[in-house]
């Protein structure tokens, strides 16, 4: 099971491996990121890419551990929270630079996330 931990500072992220029985980190990498401001983070549970909300770049970044970053793509303003859906197949990006909630379809091809159809605006209160 893979952890990880963003390193906004050096724009990059730390990830970890989890011992499930011991609850043990160990390093698996660090991977720097073209973005800025790396501030939200999301590993699949497979541990096959880990996925940075750059809120300095308005952008996400893709990687792989052990590999490095694969690709960027733009988000909205001020991305700072990342998730997956639970089938795993759709990220969800929140942006609170403009209210918006940007969505994509992860493939394990190139180009890796491809914008949906589907973006949200949120309404403030």
Same mark, same amino acid.
């Given at each position: 099971?893979?952890?990880a ?17 011991t609850?043990?980190?160990?390093l698996?990498c660090s991977?720097?990121?073209? #973005?800025?401001g790396?501030q939200? $983070?999301?590993?699949d !549970? ?6 940075? /909300?750059n809120? *300095?770049? &308005? ?8 590999v490095?970053?694969l690709?960027?793509?733009?988000? #909205?303003?001020?991305p700072?929270? $990342?998730t997956?859906? !639970?089938t ?5 990006? /929140?942006?609170? *630079?403009? &209210?918006?909630?940007s969505?994509?379809v992860l ?8 914008p949906s159809v ?8």
């Open positions: 099971m893979a952890r931990e963003t390193d906004s500072a050096a724009s990059g992220v730390d990830v970890y491996n989890m011992n499930p029985s609850g043990t980190l160990a698996n991977c720097s990121t073209e #973005g800025n790396a939200g $983070i999301a590993v !549970p497979f541990g096959k890419f880990t996925l940075i /909300a809120t *300095g770049s &308005n952008d996400v970044s893709i990687g792989v551990p052990d490095g970053e690709a960027t793509i733009a988000a #909205g303003m001020s700072v929270a $990342i997956f859906d !639970p795993y197949q759709v990220v969800y990006v /929140a942006n609170s *630079g403009d &209210n918006t909630v969505s994509y493939s394990i091809a190139s180009p890796y996330l491809t589907r973006n949200w605006r949120i309404r403030s209160p």
